[in-house]
C-alpha cells in the first residue's frame, strides 16, 4: 500500500537574528512541525538559516538585506524571545500599502507588515495569508485596539487559538490500496452513506470500499472507514480517502526536519 504525500511542500525560511542552542533550535522546529501536522503530510516545512551578519539587526535591515539578494517572499525572525514565548516574527515582502490601511511609514525604509505569530500557528497563518484567505492587517485588527500600524512597535504574541490535537485538522489520507489490502460492498447499508455526481445528477455509488483491519492499523489509519473511488489506477488496485489515526504509534514518531 502507498500513502500518497505532497510531492513539495511549501518552505518558509527563517533567520536567526542571534544564537541559539541545538535544544531551543530543536524546540523550534518541533513547535512548527506541530502546528503543519507533519506527522501526516506537512502543509508547510521549516528551514532555519544562522547567519551572523544578521544578528541584532532590525527588521527593517534584514527585509532591506534580503530584498537586495533578490529574495522578496516571505520569512520568520527568530530571536532571543522565541525560546521562552514560543513564538517567531512572521515577515511579508515589501509593498506600499492600501490607501485604506491606517498605517505609518518611515522614510527612506521599505514598507511591510508583520506579526509576532506562535511558532505553532505559523504554518496555518503562512497558508492563509499566501492564498489571500485573510492577511495581517486583518488579524492585527481584530486582536489589537491599535490606530495605525507602525512596523517599529513592539507586539503582543498573537494566537489564533487552535487545538491541533483535534482530528477536524487532519489532512485526509489519499492512498493506493493492492489486491487483499481492501475490501468491497454493495450492500444499501454502505453505498447510501455517499452521493456521486453523474451529468448533475445525484446518486449512490455502486461500490464502496475500505481497507482490511490489519492492513489500516499497519499503516497508521482509521480501521473501518468505508470509501468510494477516488481515481482510476492500477488493475486489482484502489485509490481511496481515507482518515488518519492521530493516536497510531505510527505517528509517533519524531518528525525530522530539514536541517538548519
Not at 511549501?10 to 518541533?30: M, P, T
Not at 516545512?45 to 532590525?58: K, M, N
Not at 509576532?116 to 503562512?126: A, C, G, N, Q, S
Not at 499566501?130 to 500600524?149: H, P, Q, V
Request: glycine share 4%; proline share 6%; aromatic share 12%.
Amino acid at each position: 500500500m502507498v500513502i500518497i504525500r505532497n510531492a513539495k511542500s511549501d518552505v518558509l525560511f527563517g533567520f536567526l537574528n542571534c544564537s541559539l542552542s541545538i535544544e531551543e533550535l530543536n524546540q523550534i522546529h518541533a513547535d512548527f512541525a506541530y502546528g503543519s501536522l507533519a506527522r501526516f503530510n506537512p502543509t508547510v516545512e521549516l528551514f532555519i538559516q544562522d547567519r551572523p551578519e544578521l544578528y541584532g539587526l532590525p527588521h527593517q535591515a534584514i527585509r532591506s538585506k534580503l530584498d537586495q539578494e533578490g529574495f522578496r517572499e516571505s520569512f520568520l525572525v527568530i530571536d532571543a524571545a522565541t525560546p521562552s514565548t514560543r513564538s517567531v516574527w512572521y515577515i511579508e515582502h515589501t509593498g506600499d500599502p492600501f490607501e485604506e490601511d491606517p498605517v505609518i511609514t518611515h522614510e527612506g525604509e521599505p514598507f511591510f507588515w508583520k506579526i509576532r505569530l506562535k511558532t505553532e500557528d505559523v504554518p496555518i497563518e503562512h497558508v492563509n495569508y499566501d492564498i489571500a484567505n485573510s492577511s495581517i492587517s486583518e488579524r492585527l485588527g481584530n486582536e489589537t485596539d491599535f490606530e495605525k500600524y507602525d512596523p517599529h512597535a513592539s507586539q503582543a504574541v498573537s494566537s489564533n487559538g487552535y487545538n491541533y490535537e483535534d482530528s477536524a485538522w487532519l489532512p485526509p489520507a489519499f492512498i493506493i490500496a493492492e489486491p487483499g489490502e481492501w475490501v468491497d460492498s454493495t450492500a444499501e447499508e454502505h453505498v447510501s452513506n455517499f452521493v456521486t455526481f453523474d451529468n448533475g445528477a445525484r446518486r449512490h455509488p455502486e461500490r464502496v470500499f475500505k481497507l482490511k483491519d490489519d492492513v489500516a492499523e499497519k499503516f497508521g489509519l482509521r480501521k473501518g472507514k468505508w470509501s468510494t473511488e477516488t481515481a482510476e489506477t492500477a488493475e486489482g488496485c484502489v485509490s481511496l480517502q481515507l482518515a488518519f489515526d492521530k493516536d497510531s504509534p505510527v505517528w509517533q514518531k519524531p518528525y525530522i526536519p530539514l536541517q538548519h
